[in-house]
């Protein structure tokens, strides 16, 4: 019997893998592999599908949040407050371009900043915000956007995992400020390869992005700034907008296997299944629960266990994430010790993300499940 992987990208490729090959060939056939019309066009349909008046593409997820922090000349001495509870990218970025990174803890249902903990990290040199809708599950824009309006603070939003996600109806990357997307290949909509997007609603900083990815040039060999090299090229272009034309069914999907999930794993005792935040509607990127452990034991060593055991039983799972950002090596100098993020800390040795593609079939959801169960059970007096 074959392994179920958290993501099977060859099954989609099946389906779709005639249409993507015409595309690329296209594209090859014409010699314009560096920005042009292919580009172009896909830039204006994921502006139209967003629901934004512009978006600029660049290399990657990561790329769109340094470029949109560059844009709003964000740098040394100011302050971003973002989660601890991401990947490394997001408080990377503000790294870069010199800015320091502030973390605020987040909510245990949602995963996502705790916005109630948001106002009392605001200082006088914090210049924006950059929430994180984790794992698909869009965060509280209403509640955050009015924090943000109340304080005068730019939001810069990580949809890396979170395409097609909406919030009262409305997709991520349309609410704040900016919408930064990667299409990292394991994303809702991903490339073959790197690829990212900036989404946003004034086309004067659209211009800027599109100077600050080009060498800081607005015409060719004549610069205004630094800028770096970060354009979506055209092949990737020419794969995103195939996708693009499945990405809501396969959302569609995804939600189903999310709905199975939750009725399957109902009764099964140590775990918390995750919930989209009220209001929201997630694009279910991860299903990623959170293993219990026993009173004073060690909550990572028996999701460690209970990891092992799937695998054996042929179910890959992943941890995202086991290390919360404060307590990385590279953020010792921001000073935040263990137990600064009690919230942060306790999902990071609990959470188990699941296999979740629209592909999964039911039978291999069962497969998961009874899995699981006998992993809990295995697990339930030995750790």
Not at 18 to 47: K, M, R
Not at 178 to 204: V, Y
Not at 234 to 248: G, P, S, T
Not at 324 to 342: C, E, I, N, T
Request: aromatic fraction near 8%; glycine fraction near 8%.
């Amino acid at each position: 019997m074959s392994n179920i992987p958290p993501l099977d990208l060859k099954r989609q490729y099946q389906a779709i893998g005639a249409d993507v090959s015409a595309a690329v060939l296209e594209v090859l056939a014409s010699g314009a592999y560096i920005g042009g019309a292919t580009v172009q066009n896909f830039e204006q349909q994921f502006a139209t599908y967003v629901g934004t008046q512009a978006c600029v593409g660049c290399n990657s997820g990561t790329d769109a949040l340094y470029l949109a922090l560059r844009a709003m000349k964000i740098g040394p001495g100011d302050e971003v407050i973002t989660t601890p509870f991401t990947f490394i990218a997001t408080a990377e970025t503000i790294s870069a371009v010199g800015a320091k990174p502030v973390f605020v803890d987040i909510d245990l249902a949602t995963f996502n900043l705790d916005l109630d903990l948001l106002a009392a990290a605001i200082t006088p040199r914090t210049k924006a915000i950059m929430p994180v809708h984790l794992f698909g599950n869009p965060i509280d824009m209403s509640k955050l956007m009015a924090i943000a309006k109340q304080h005068n603070l730019i939001v810069i939003e990580d949809c890396a995992q979170a395409t097609g996600a909406t919030w009262n109806g409305k997709l991520v990357g349309s609410i704040g400020h900016f919408g930064c997307f990667s299409f990292f290949p394991t994303k809702n909509l991903g490339a073959c390869g790197d690829g990212g997007a900036i989404t946003l609603n004034d086309p004067a900083l659209a211009d800027d992005l599109r100077m600050y990815r080009e060498h800081g040039s607005r015409q060719r060999y004549y610069h205004e700034a630094i800028g770096v090299n970060s354009r979506l090229d055209a092949i990737q272009a020419a794969v995103l907008q195939v996708k693009l034309q499945h990405l809501d069914s396969w959302n569609q999907h995804r939600a189903a296997v999310a709905t199975r999930y939750h009725e399957l794993l109902a009764n099964i005792p140590d775990i918390i299944t995750p919930q989209a935040t009220p209001g929201g509607e997630s694009a279910w990127n991860q299903y990623t629960i959170r293993v219990i452990a026993q009173p004073g034991a060690d909550p990572a060593a028996r999701r460690d266990k209970v990891r092992a055991s799937l695998q054996s039983a042929g179910v890959i799972s992943m941890i995202y994430y086991p290390l919360p950002l404060h307590l990385q090596a590279v953020y010792q100098d921001l000073g935040y010790p263990a137990g600064s993020f009690p919230h942060t800390e306790r999902v990071s040795h609990e959470v188990l993300s699941l296999p979740m593609f629209p592909e999964i079939t039911f039978e291999e959801q069962q497969r998961v499940v009874y899995a699981l169960k006998d992993a809990i059970e295995s697990t339930s007096h030995s750790d």
